[in-house]
């Protein structure tokens, strides 16, 4: 499978808890983008990085949100001491920097309990 | 930033009918406009996009239409089938600006 993969594709937690999901993109893109999706809405931009830089944080990012993408391949994206808003399904995307088309991920299923 | 809207948030069609979904923009600038499908527990999949030079696209039974005077687009599947049953998200982004904002979604739901 060449697409978009993210791992894992459900955690679940207890509140305080960090976690960490990880993005692999489609090799050759070099944009990488993460977004949150609660049921019922679309999903909502929470960060991207075009290579390594991360060029914008949504303002949705509280301090306890990290991401990062240190070589311009993969990307991780850290949350520390959840709450239970924090449940939802984070989908990663990636594409070319020269396009706009988007490619999704399965997405991480968060569970904070 | 942008913000998008979509109408109806479900949608029931017979079997072989068409549906219609319609989304609007706020932000004039915006000038991608993609259209994705998101079946249950699976990832949303890029259906159609147009883009704002364009006013009407077709694929097969998908058509995406644009009005950019009146900030809204639209998405059509004629002939419905069962397998359209699914989520369906419009997006828009701001020339320049690589991300995309979503409506709400709307589950459409094919009656056999």
């Known amino acids: 499978d060449t697409g978009v993969s993210q791992d894992p594709r459900h955690k679940i937690t207890k509140r305080g808890q960090n976690v960490t999901f990880r993005c692999d993109p489609i090799?050759?893109?070099?944009?990488l983008y993460w977004y949150r999706q609660t049921l019922g809405q679309g999903p909502e931009f929470l960060t991207y990085?075009?290579?390594?830089?991360?060029?914008?944080k949504s303002r949705l990012l509280s301090d306890r949100f990290s991401a990062e993408r240190p070589k311009g391949s993969f990307s991780t994206l850290e949350i520390q001491r959840t709450e239970q808003g924090d449940s939802a399904m984070y989908l990663c995307?990636?594409?070319?920097?020269?396009?706009?088309?988007?490619?999704f991920g399965s997405g991480t299923q968060l569970s904070v309990l | 930033g942008e913000n998008v809207e979509q109408h109806p948030s479900t949608l029931s069609v017979q079997e072989g009918d068409s549906a219609v979904i319609k989304c609007t923009y706020s932000?004039?600038?915006?000038?991608?406009f993609p259209w994705y499908k998101q079946e249950l527990g699976k990832r949303p999949q890029l259906i159609i996009d147009?883009?704002?030079?364009?006013g009407e696209k077709k694929d097969q039974r998908i058509a995406v239409t644009l009005n950019k005077t009146a900030k809204h687009f639209s998405l059509h599947i004629t002939e419905t089938q069962p397998e359209d049953s699914a989520v369906y998200f419009c997006?828009?982004?701001?020339?320049?600006?690589?991300?995309?904002?979503f409506g709400a979604g709307t589950t459409v739901t094919v009656r056999a």
């Open positions: 997006a828009a982004s701001i020339r320049g600006d690589y991300k995309l904002s």
């Open positions: 090799s050759e893109h070099n944009r």
């Open positions: 147009i883009r704002s030079n364009v």
């Open positions: 990085f075009q290579n390594e830089a991360q060029l914008e």
């Open positions: 995307a990636s594409s070319l920097w020269t396009d706009e088309k988007l490619f």
């Open positions: 932000d004039s600038a915006s000038n991608y």
